[in-house]
């Protein structure tokens, strides 16, 4: 199965947020099941710069909140490949009526163009209407517990 991870899912991982229990059963079930988990590159930059304004929180010094940037991207970059999109996704994304989030329409179409069998996210109301077309499987992580766990 290829699973797309929204940017929100690895971020409720990553701050140890409310779903962390949830989100990590889901990554450990699809790492040990030879499934394949995907982000945009667009998750990765945004990740990078949210993770490092959290860091900031916690009062490191730079070497040290680096550091530890580095190891929580390497981490990432261990467990997910890239929904690599082409120009033609991006334009559908730029042009989807069924989206007023276009962020969430350009993972959409990352995660179609890729052939994923699923989008994972916190946030299911921002896929509602591609929920409704039937096109891809939008879970969130206790939807996903609850089917295939």
């Given at each position: 199965?290829?699973?797309?991870?929204?940017?929100n899912v690895?971020?409720e991982?990553?701050q140890?947020?409310r779903l962390?229990q949830?989100v990590e059963?889901v990554?450990?079930?699809?790492e040990?099941?030879?499934?394949q988990l995907?982000?945009s590159?667009g998750?990765f930059?945004t990740?990078?710069?949210?993770?490092e304004?959290?860091?900031?929180?916690?009062?490191?010094?730079?070497?040290s909140?680096?550091?530890?940037?580095r190891?929580?991207l390497n981490g990432v970059l261990?467990?997910?490949?890239?929904?690599l999109?082409?120009?033609i996704?991006m334009?559908?994304?730029?042009?989807?009526?069924?989206?007023?989030?276009?962020?969430?329409?350009y993972?959409?179409h990352?995660?179609?163009?890729?052939g994923?069998d699923?989008?994972?996210t916190?946030?299911?109301?921002h896929?509602?209407?591609?929920i409704?077309?039937?096109?891809?499987?939008?879970?969130?992580?206790?939807?996903?517990?609850?089917?295939y766990?």
């Amino acid at each position: 199965m290829k699973i797309f991870c929204d940017t929100n899912v690895l971020m409720e991982y990553i701050q140890q947020r409310r779903l962390v229990q949830e989100v990590e059963k889901v990554l450990k079930f699809a790492e040990q099941n030879g499934h394949q988990l995907y982000i945009s590159f667009g998750s990765f930059y945004t990740i990078t710069y949210l993770v490092e304004r959290y860091l900031k929180m916690e009062n490191l010094d730079k070497n040290s909140r680096i550091e530890k940037l580095r190891m929580i991207l390497n981490g990432v970059l261990d467990l997910f490949q890239f929904a690599l999109p082409s120009p033609i996704a991006m334009e559908k994304g730029v042009n989807d009526q069924l989206f007023s989030d276009l962020e969430d329409s350009y993972q959409a179409h990352s995660a179609l163009e890729q052939g994923c069998d699923m989008i994972l996210t916190i946030d299911l109301k921002h896929f509602s209407k591609l929920i409704d077309c039937g096109t891809i499987e939008v879970v969130d992580p206790q939807l996903f517990i609850e089917k295939y766990l």
